[in-house]
């Protein structure tokens, strides 16, 4: 486990995996709250982006500006078809971005078998699994153009 005075011990570059050594940032500064070190630590990683990874740098400010229209569009209720669609695409490839749980084909037929289902009974649960999953993580038939788009450009720059 790591200790999380020590978040530098962790962290390392996905582009070029680089170890981010941030002895200085590490050490807490009298008087400062935790989430100052990380924005500390944040501006440091950026910074390394911006030095070492400029395409990855130009996606970064792109999303930044998305997500900062989200917000603000968020904040109205509108009929202007220009931005709903705008909103839809923004928040198709945040909601794939920030989605923590990804279920596999084989995850779905373990959680059936936690169940006690037998494997006939799995193979017949399967489409209605991958439906239900596929509906509600919007994957498959229910992705939105954009977040294939995104995928793509994400996987472009980083070789992980
Ligand atoms: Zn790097």
Redesign the pocket.
């Known amino acids: 486990m790591s200790d999380p005075q020590s978040i530098e011990a962790v962290t390392v570059?996905r582009?070029?995996k680089?170890v981010i050594a941030l002895t200085g940032l590490s050490v807490p500064i009298v008087g400062e709250r935790p989430e100052d070190r990380a924005t500390r630590y944040v501006a440091a990683l950026r910074d390394?982006?911006n030095r070492?990874?400029p395409q990855q740098a130009a996606y970064i400010e792109g999303m930044k500006k998305w997500t900062g229209e989200f917000i603000v569009i968020e904040c109205y209720g509108t009929e202007d078809a220009v931005l709903q669609k705008g909103r839809e695409y923004a928040r198709a490839i945040l909601h794939e971005m920030t989605r923590k749980n990804r279920l596999s084909d084989s995850d779905l037929k373990e959680g059936l078998a936690r169940f006690g289902k037998t494997t006939e009974e799995i193979d017949a649960l399967m489409p209605v699994a991958k439906y239900l999953r596929d509906f509600l993580s919007e994957q498959g038939e229910f992705q939105h153009p954009a977040v294939k788009h995104a995928e793509a450009q994400r996987a472009a720059l980083q070789p992980d």
Do not use: A, E, K, V
């Open positions: 570059c582009l070029c680089h390394h982006i070492r990874h």
